[in-house]
């Protein structure tokens, strides 16, 4: 049996001689190698084909990976558009939260949804998205640089969902572009504790913050 310095020799010998093979290229039709299939020895060709064959299964499935993924991306891409026009339609200013939750709810499929506003335009204070907010809720909310996706930990905005069981939320904090203060918060809510985790993709919640926030400008003082 070879030892293991012995080896290390041949194989730094062979990588120091590249002509060996040539030189000598009738061995290669006689090495045998050991085939990761059943353990049975194959030829120097045969195991280069099945590290060939492997790696284009290995493309393959990374392919096929990607191929879902941009179709999961452009059904999403469709549904923000669908959204989007749905605010568009709305009627008038004061019909614009409505038309912006339910527009989730059926567009993406949540559960549930809500909003509140703060520094509302006078004619709007009587409304159901310019209800008290508690100041807790209001200074989550301007922490919040990016959207909150996780378990409901008792959150005081999970009670304007009005529904007896939430596992998981989602909340965007409303701003305007020139202003760092939140002038509202959206939430959206689900039984499912793995609808909305920490460790999902926000860029998409991040749009719809920010076209929320561009749409419910024209209800502020």
């Known amino acids: 049996m070879i030892s293991s310095l012995d080896a290390d020799a041949v194989a730094q010998y062979l990588a120091d001689n590249p002509e060996f093979f040539r030189d000598h290229a009738e061995l290669l039709a006689k090495i045998r190698l ?3 299939l059943g353990g049975r020895t194959v030829s120097l060709q045969d195991r280069q084909m099945e590290v060939m064959r ?5 493309l393959e499935l990374r392919l096929a990976e990607l191929v879902l993924l941009a179709k999961e991306n452009d059904a999403i891409v469709q549904k923000y558009k669908a959204w989007t026009r ?4 709305a009627r008038n200013d004061v019909d ?3 038309a912006l939750i339910t527009g989730l709810q059926t567009t993406f499929g949540v559960p549930h949804a809500s909003l509140r506003l703060w520094r509302v335009a006078e004619n ?5 998205f310019a209800q008290d907010v508690g100041e807790d809720a209001r200074l989550f909310a301007n922490s919040l640089s990016s959207p ?6 008792d959150f005081e905005a999970v009670r304007w969902l009005e529904a007896a069981e939430i596992q998981s939320v989602a909340m965007l904090p409303l701003r305007n572009d020139d202003s760092p203060d939140v002038f509202g918060l959206l ?11 920490s460790s999902m993709a926000i860029d998409f919640l991040i749009d719809i913050g920010e076209t929320a926030s561009a749409a419910l400008t024209c209800l502020l003082d």
């Open 34 to 36: 050991s085939s990761q």
């Open 54 to 58: 492997d790696k284009h299964r290995t």
């Open 86 to 89: 749905t605010l568009l339609l």
């Open 96 to 98: 614009l939260p409505h």
């Open 124 to 128: 709007f204070t009587h409304t159901w």
């Open 148 to 153: 909150y996706c996780g378990a409901n930990r």
């Open 187 to 197: 939430i959206m809510g689900s039984p499912d504790p793995e609808r909305f985790t």
